[in-house]
Protein backbone atom coordinates (compact mmCIF):
# COMPACT_ATOMS: atom_id res chain seq x y z
CA UNK A 1 0.00 0.00 0.00
CA UNK A 2 1.37 3.34 -1.29
CA UNK A 3 0.05 7.05 0.72
CA UNK A 4 0.91 10.04 -0.31
CA UNK A 5 0.66 13.34 2.37
CA UNK A 6 1.39 16.79 2.46
CA UNK A 7 1.85 18.72 5.22
CA UNK A 8 2.88 22.18 5.47
CA UNK A 9 3.19 23.49 8.40
CA UNK A 10 4.14 22.71 12.71
CA UNK A 11 0.78 21.76 13.88
CA UNK A 12 0.25 19.96 10.50
CA UNK A 13 3.59 18.18 11.05
CA UNK A 14 2.09 16.98 14.46
CA UNK A 15 -0.97 15.63 13.16
CA UNK A 16 0.40 14.19 9.80
CA UNK A 17 2.77 12.31 12.46
CA UNK A 18 0.21 11.11 14.69
CA UNK A 19 -1.90 9.37 11.71
CA UNK A 20 1.08 8.01 10.20
CA UNK A 21 1.94 6.31 13.50
CA UNK A 22 -1.67 4.77 13.72
CA UNK A 23 -1.50 4.06 9.69
CA UNK A 24 2.00 2.08 10.67
CA UNK A 25 0.18 -0.08 13.55
CA UNK A 26 -2.57 -1.21 11.30
CA UNK A 27 -0.57 -1.99 8.23
CA UNK A 28 3.10 -2.08 9.20
CA UNK A 29 4.73 -2.11 5.48
CA UNK A 30 2.89 1.05 4.12
CA UNK A 31 4.93 3.51 2.09
CA UNK A 32 4.15 6.89 3.06
CA UNK A 33 5.88 9.86 0.57
CA UNK A 34 5.52 13.36 0.35
CA UNK A 35 5.93 17.42 2.49
CA UNK A 36 6.27 17.32 5.83
CA UNK A 37 7.93 17.94 8.73
CA UNK A 38 10.61 16.17 11.10
CA UNK A 39 7.91 14.55 13.16
CA UNK A 40 6.61 13.15 9.81
CA UNK A 41 10.38 11.91 9.23
CA UNK A 42 10.98 10.17 12.55
CA UNK A 43 7.58 8.33 11.94
CA UNK A 44 9.02 6.93 8.65
CA UNK A 45 7.71 9.28 5.98
CA UNK A 46 9.55 9.72 3.03
CA UNK A 47 10.44 13.31 2.83
CA UNK A 48 10.55 14.96 -1.12
CA UNK A 49 9.99 18.45 0.25
CA UNK A 50 10.68 19.82 3.70
CA UNK A 51 7.76 21.69 4.82
CA UNK A 52 9.46 25.04 5.04
CA UNK A 53 9.45 24.97 1.47
CA UNK A 54 5.50 25.57 1.19
CA UNK A 55 5.01 27.07 4.41
CA UNK A 56 3.95 31.31 4.58
CA UNK A 57 1.56 33.43 6.52
CA UNK A 58 -0.83 35.34 4.89
CA UNK A 59 -1.28 36.66 1.50
CA UNK A 60 1.92 38.89 1.47
CA UNK A 61 3.91 36.40 2.63
CA UNK A 62 2.28 34.06 -0.56
CA UNK A 63 3.02 36.49 -2.82
CA UNK A 64 7.08 36.13 -2.52
CA UNK A 65 7.36 32.51 -2.21
CA UNK A 66 4.30 31.70 -5.05
CA UNK A 67 6.43 30.67 -8.02
CA UNK A 68 8.36 28.00 -6.02
CA UNK A 69 5.37 27.12 -3.95
CA UNK A 70 3.73 26.42 -7.69
CA UNK A 71 7.07 24.33 -8.97
CA UNK A 72 7.08 22.17 -5.46
CA UNK A 73 3.13 21.64 -6.29
CA UNK A 74 3.40 20.47 -10.25
CA UNK A 75 6.63 18.25 -8.86
CA UNK A 76 4.13 16.23 -6.68
CA UNK A 77 1.32 15.97 -8.63
CA UNK A 78 3.68 14.85 -11.25
CA UNK A 79 5.52 12.34 -9.13
CA UNK A 80 2.37 10.56 -7.87
CA UNK A 81 0.68 11.17 -11.34
CA UNK A 82 3.27 8.64 -12.38
CA UNK A 83 3.58 5.98 -9.19
CA UNK A 84 -0.20 6.93 -7.79
CA UNK A 85 -0.46 6.14 -4.39
CA UNK A 86 -3.44 4.62 -3.03
CA UNK A 87 -4.98 7.22 -1.21
CA UNK A 88 -3.64 11.19 -1.23
CA UNK A 89 -4.24 12.64 2.08
CA UNK A 90 -3.51 16.80 2.27
CA UNK A 91 -3.00 17.85 5.72
CA UNK A 92 -4.01 21.47 6.34
CA UNK A 93 -2.44 24.43 4.34
CA UNK A 94 -5.55 24.38 1.96
CA UNK A 95 -4.45 26.92 -0.31
CA UNK A 96 -1.86 24.15 -0.88
CA UNK A 97 -3.46 20.94 -0.65
CA UNK A 98 -7.07 21.86 -2.18
CA UNK A 99 -5.03 22.72 -6.07
CA UNK A 100 -2.90 19.33 -5.52
CA UNK A 101 -6.19 17.62 -4.36
CA UNK A 102 -8.55 18.62 -7.27
CA UNK A 103 -5.97 17.54 -9.87
CA UNK A 104 -4.92 14.41 -8.17
CA UNK A 105 -8.79 13.25 -8.00
CA UNK A 106 -9.63 14.16 -11.56
CA UNK A 107 -6.53 11.61 -12.23
CA UNK A 108 -8.11 8.98 -10.41
CA UNK A 109 -6.52 9.18 -7.16
CA UNK A 110 -8.85 9.21 -3.97
CA UNK A 111 -7.88 12.52 -2.12
CA UNK A 112 -8.62 13.11 1.65
CA UNK A 113 -8.18 16.34 3.64
CA UNK A 114 -7.43 16.06 7.20
CA UNK A 115 -8.42 19.30 8.94
CA UNK A 116 -10.92 21.53 8.05
CA UNK A 117 -9.84 24.67 6.23
CA UNK A 118 -12.05 27.61 8.12
CA UNK A 119 -14.45 27.98 5.62
CA UNK A 120 -17.26 28.28 8.00
CA UNK A 121 -15.16 31.55 9.10
CA UNK A 122 -14.05 33.06 6.07
CA UNK A 123 -13.84 32.43 2.14
CA UNK A 124 -16.37 30.45 2.46
CA UNK A 125 -16.48 30.31 -1.49
CA UNK A 126 -14.15 27.52 -1.27
CA UNK A 127 -16.94 25.01 -0.26
CA UNK A 128 -17.53 24.70 -4.03
CA UNK A 129 -13.77 23.71 -4.43
CA UNK A 130 -13.41 21.07 -1.71
CA UNK A 131 -16.81 19.44 -2.93
CA UNK A 132 -14.34 18.88 -5.92
CA UNK A 133 -11.26 18.02 -4.58
CA UNK A 134 -11.71 16.06 -1.78
CA UNK A 135 -13.32 12.61 -1.44
CA UNK A 136 -13.29 12.99 2.43
CA UNK A 137 -13.03 15.69 4.53
CA UNK A 138 -11.71 14.59 8.21
CA UNK A 139 -13.05 17.05 10.92
CA UNK A 140 -11.26 18.19 13.96
CA UNK A 141 -14.16 19.39 15.87
CA UNK A 142 -17.71 18.67 15.96
CA UNK A 143 -19.21 21.75 14.52
CA UNK A 144 -16.95 21.39 11.49
CA UNK A 145 -18.62 17.92 10.60
CA UNK A 146 -22.29 19.72 10.76
CA UNK A 147 -20.79 22.34 8.08
CA UNK A 148 -19.45 19.73 5.77
CA UNK A 149 -22.96 17.64 5.79
CA UNK A 150 -25.32 20.77 5.55
CA UNK A 151 -23.23 21.44 2.25
CA UNK A 152 -23.27 17.71 0.49
CA UNK A 153 -19.14 17.16 1.45
CA UNK A 154 -18.26 13.77 2.36
CA UNK A 155 -17.20 14.45 5.89
CA UNK A 156 -16.30 12.60 9.14
CA UNK A 157 -15.82 13.86 12.61
CA UNK A 158 -12.32 12.32 14.21
CA UNK A 159 -11.75 14.04 17.28
CA UNK A 160 -8.32 16.11 18.12
CA UNK A 161 -5.52 14.28 19.11
CA UNK A 162 -4.51 16.76 21.19
CA UNK A 163 -7.33 16.32 23.57
CA UNK A 164 -6.04 12.40 23.53
CA UNK A 165 -3.15 13.36 25.37
CA UNK A 166 -3.71 15.73 27.56
CA UNK A 167 -4.40 14.16 31.14
CA UNK A 168 -8.05 14.60 31.71
CA UNK A 169 -6.79 15.59 35.38
CA UNK A 170 -3.82 18.20 34.89
CA UNK A 171 -1.06 17.91 37.64
CA UNK A 172 0.42 21.47 37.65
CA UNK A 173 2.56 20.91 40.42
CA UNK A 174 4.07 17.72 38.77
CA UNK A 175 4.71 19.27 35.61
CA UNK A 176 6.34 22.60 37.21
CA UNK A 177 8.88 20.18 39.42
CA UNK A 178 9.77 18.84 36.01
CA UNK A 179 10.60 22.16 34.90
CA UNK A 180 11.88 23.31 37.91
CA UNK A 181 9.60 25.64 38.73
CA UNK A 182 8.55 26.56 42.27
CA UNK A 183 6.43 30.20 41.80
CA UNK A 184 3.33 30.23 43.30
CA UNK A 185 1.96 32.11 40.11
CA UNK A 186 3.05 30.95 36.36
CA UNK A 187 1.93 32.90 33.46
CA UNK A 188 2.56 31.22 29.86
CA UNK A 189 3.79 33.21 26.95
CA UNK A 190 3.64 31.66 23.37
CA UNK A 191 3.93 34.29 21.13
CA UNK A 192 3.72 32.01 18.13
CA UNK A 193 5.32 29.56 16.16
CA UNK A 194 6.85 31.53 12.85
CA UNK A 195 9.54 33.62 12.79
CA UNK A 196 7.12 36.16 11.33
CA UNK A 197 4.32 35.58 14.16
CA UNK A 198 7.65 35.97 17.20
CA UNK A 199 8.88 39.46 15.04
CA UNK A 200 5.36 41.10 15.14
CA UNK A 201 4.48 40.22 18.83
CA UNK A 202 7.27 39.05 19.96
CA UNK A 203 8.44 42.92 21.86
CA UNK A 204 4.79 43.33 22.71
CA UNK A 205 4.90 40.11 24.88
CA UNK A 206 7.55 41.09 26.63
CA UNK A 207 6.13 44.23 27.17
CA UNK A 208 3.10 42.79 28.33
CA UNK A 209 5.16 40.55 30.94
CA UNK A 210 7.19 43.70 32.59
CA UNK A 211 3.78 45.68 33.42
CA UNK A 212 2.45 42.83 34.93
CA UNK A 213 5.76 42.08 36.98
CA UNK A 214 6.11 45.20 37.94
CA UNK A 215 2.16 45.35 39.08
CA UNK A 216 3.37 43.69 42.47
CA UNK A 217 0.41 41.66 42.71
CA UNK A 218 1.89 38.19 42.22
CA UNK A 219 5.38 36.77 42.78
CA UNK A 220 4.87 35.64 38.95
CA UNK A 221 7.49 33.20 37.26
CA UNK A 222 6.95 33.61 33.27
CA UNK A 223 7.69 30.81 30.98
CA UNK A 224 8.05 30.81 27.17
CA UNK A 225 8.52 27.91 25.06
CA UNK A 226 9.49 28.02 21.16
CA UNK A 227 8.98 25.50 18.41
CA UNK A 228 12.65 26.39 16.79
CA UNK A 229 15.68 27.57 17.59
CA UNK A 230 14.90 30.31 15.39
CA UNK A 231 12.17 31.79 16.91
CA UNK A 232 13.67 31.10 20.55
CA UNK A 233 16.93 33.30 19.66
CA UNK A 234 14.90 35.81 18.45
CA UNK A 235 12.81 36.16 21.45
CA UNK A 236 15.90 36.49 23.19
CA UNK A 237 17.73 38.90 21.63
CA UNK A 238 14.50 40.93 22.38
CA UNK A 239 14.64 39.57 26.16
CA UNK A 240 18.36 40.56 26.35
CA UNK A 241 18.03 43.99 25.19
CA UNK A 242 14.85 45.46 26.67
CA UNK A 243 14.13 43.22 29.73
CA UNK A 244 17.32 41.57 30.65
CA UNK A 245 15.76 41.28 34.31
CA UNK A 246 12.63 39.75 33.51
CA UNK A 247 11.90 36.71 35.63
CA UNK A 248 11.62 34.55 32.17
CA UNK A 249 12.51 31.09 31.11
CA UNK A 250 12.49 30.13 27.74
CA UNK A 251 12.50 26.77 26.44
CA UNK A 252 12.75 24.93 22.86
CA UNK A 253 9.98 22.71 22.68
CA UNK A 254 8.09 22.01 25.53
CA UNK A 255 5.18 23.72 25.22
CA UNK A 256 3.13 20.98 27.09
CA UNK A 257 4.65 21.11 29.80
CA UNK A 258 4.51 24.95 30.05
CA UNK A 259 1.36 24.94 30.01
CA UNK A 260 0.39 22.39 32.34
CA UNK A 261 2.76 24.42 34.92
CA UNK A 262 1.12 27.55 34.23
CA UNK A 263 -2.04 29.91 35.03
CA UNK A 264 -2.14 32.03 32.81
CA UNK A 265 -1.49 32.22 29.25
CA UNK A 266 -0.73 35.19 26.93
CA UNK A 267 -0.51 34.01 23.07
CA UNK A 268 -1.18 33.96 19.25
CA UNK A 269 -4.05 32.55 18.10
CA UNK A 270 -3.40 28.92 16.65
CA UNK A 271 -3.58 25.15 18.33
CA UNK A 272 -1.82 26.83 21.24
CA UNK A 273 -5.11 28.46 22.10
CA UNK A 274 -7.00 25.04 21.82
CA UNK A 275 -3.79 23.11 23.99
CA UNK A 276 -4.35 25.80 26.23
CA UNK A 277 -8.12 24.78 26.59
CA UNK A 278 -7.21 21.57 27.08
CA UNK A 279 -5.21 22.32 29.86
CA UNK A 280 -8.05 24.25 31.42
CA UNK A 281 -5.26 27.35 31.53
CA UNK A 282 -7.20 30.42 31.56
CA UNK A 283 -5.76 33.24 28.49
CA UNK A 284 -5.64 36.40 26.83
CA UNK A 285 -5.28 35.60 22.78
CA UNK A 286 -3.82 37.89 20.48
CA UNK A 287 -2.94 38.11 17.00
CA UNK A 288 -1.33 40.73 14.17
CA UNK A 289 -0.60 39.97 10.64
CA UNK A 290 -0.01 42.45 7.74
CA UNK A 291 -2.20 45.26 6.81
CA UNK A 292 -3.33 43.64 3.37
CA UNK A 293 -3.98 40.27 5.00
CA UNK A 294 -6.17 41.98 8.08
CA UNK A 295 -7.99 43.68 4.78
CA UNK A 296 -8.68 40.34 3.54
CA UNK A 297 -10.05 38.71 6.89
CA UNK A 298 -12.01 41.47 7.50
CA UNK A 299 -13.54 41.61 3.81
CA UNK A 300 -14.23 37.40 4.15
CA UNK A 301 -14.68 36.74 7.70
CA UNK A 302 -18.14 35.37 8.56
CA UNK A 303 -17.77 35.00 12.44
CA UNK A 304 -17.18 37.27 15.44
CA UNK A 305 -14.35 35.14 16.89
CA UNK A 306 -10.66 33.64 15.80
CA UNK A 307 -9.67 31.69 18.55
CA UNK A 308 -10.87 27.60 18.45
CA UNK A 309 -12.11 28.00 22.16
CA UNK A 310 -14.24 30.46 21.71
CA UNK A 311 -15.96 28.74 18.65
CA UNK A 312 -16.48 26.20 20.45
CA UNK A 313 -17.99 27.39 23.70
CA UNK A 314 -21.85 28.15 23.83
CA UNK A 315 -20.41 32.01 24.93
CA UNK A 316 -17.10 32.97 24.68
CA UNK A 317 -14.50 33.47 27.86
CA UNK A 318 -10.80 33.88 25.94
CA UNK A 319 -10.53 37.78 25.49
CA UNK A 320 -9.10 38.11 21.95
CA UNK A 321 -6.95 41.61 20.93
CA UNK A 322 -5.99 41.50 16.94
CA UNK A 323 -4.60 44.06 14.71
CA UNK A 324 -4.79 47.77 16.09
CA UNK A 325 -6.26 46.25 19.45
CA UNK A 326 -2.94 43.65 19.70
CA UNK A 327 -1.04 46.41 21.95
CA UNK A 328 0.45 46.47 24.90
CA UNK A 329 -1.91 48.56 26.98
CA UNK A 330 -5.33 46.29 25.90
CA UNK A 331 -3.57 43.26 26.50
CA UNK A 332 -2.06 44.12 29.81
CA UNK A 333 -5.74 45.02 30.97
CA UNK A 334 -6.94 41.77 30.51
CA UNK A 335 -4.22 39.93 31.57
CA UNK A 336 -4.28 42.06 35.05
CA UNK A 337 -7.75 41.20 35.09
CA UNK A 338 -7.08 37.55 35.72
CA UNK A 339 -4.06 38.33 38.06
CA UNK A 340 -6.43 40.40 40.30
CA UNK A 341 -9.68 38.04 40.05
CA UNK A 342 -9.14 34.21 41.49
CA UNK A 343 -12.98 33.81 41.30
CA UNK A 344 -12.57 35.01 37.44
CA UNK A 345 -9.33 32.49 36.97
CA UNK A 346 -11.42 29.61 38.51
CA UNK A 347 -14.68 30.11 36.59
CA UNK A 348 -12.79 30.14 33.51
CA UNK A 349 -11.04 26.93 34.05
CA UNK A 350 -14.31 25.35 34.50
CA UNK A 351 -15.75 26.70 31.36
CA UNK A 352 -12.79 25.50 29.55
CA UNK A 353 -12.91 21.94 30.71
CA UNK A 354 -15.80 21.46 28.94
CA UNK A 355 -13.67 21.07 25.72
CA UNK A 356 -11.77 18.43 26.25
CA UNK A 357 -14.72 16.37 26.82
CA UNK A 358 -16.15 17.44 23.40
CA UNK A 359 -12.89 16.55 21.72
CA UNK A 360 -11.46 13.08 23.28
CA UNK A 361 -12.24 10.28 20.81
CA UNK A 362 -9.24 8.57 19.55
CA UNK A 363 -8.51 10.84 16.44
CA UNK A 364 -5.40 9.38 15.33
CA UNK A 365 -6.97 5.74 15.30
CA UNK A 366 -10.29 7.14 13.97
CA UNK A 367 -8.45 9.01 10.55
CA UNK A 368 -6.23 6.21 10.26
CA UNK A 369 -9.00 3.74 9.21
CA UNK A 370 -11.04 6.15 7.35
CA UNK A 371 -8.17 6.49 5.11
CA UNK A 372 -7.16 2.78 5.09
CA UNK A 373 -10.93 2.12 3.78
CA UNK A 374 -10.88 5.17 1.38
CA UNK A 375 -7.67 3.28 -0.06
CA UNK A 376 -8.91 -0.30 -0.04
CA UNK A 377 -11.69 1.02 -2.26
CA UNK A 378 -8.95 1.90 -4.43
CA UNK A 379 -7.30 -1.82 -4.23
CA UNK A 380 -10.78 -3.53 -4.63
CA UNK A 381 -11.24 -1.38 -8.38
CA UNK A 382 -8.02 -2.11 -9.65
Known amino acids: ?184 FVVALLPGSRISEVKRLGQMFIDVAVKLHASGKRNVQFLAPFVSTETLEHFRNLLTENAPELPLRLFEGQSRQVLASSDLALLASGTAALEAALHKVPMVVTYKVSWFTGLMVRMFARVRYFSMPNNLLEKPVVPELMQNEATVEPVWSEMDKYLSNEELRREVERTLGRIPRMLRCGANVRAAEEVLQMAARTSSSV
Open 1 to 184: MRIGIVAGEASGDYLAAGLVRALKEKVPDVDIEGIGGPMMKREGVRINYPMDTISVMGVDGLAKSLWNILQIRKSTYLRFVKQPPDVFVGVDVPDFNLGLEHRLKHAGIPTVHYVSPTVWAWREYRVKKIRRSVDLMLALFPFEADYYYERNVPVVFVGHPLADEVPEDVDREAARATLGVDSK
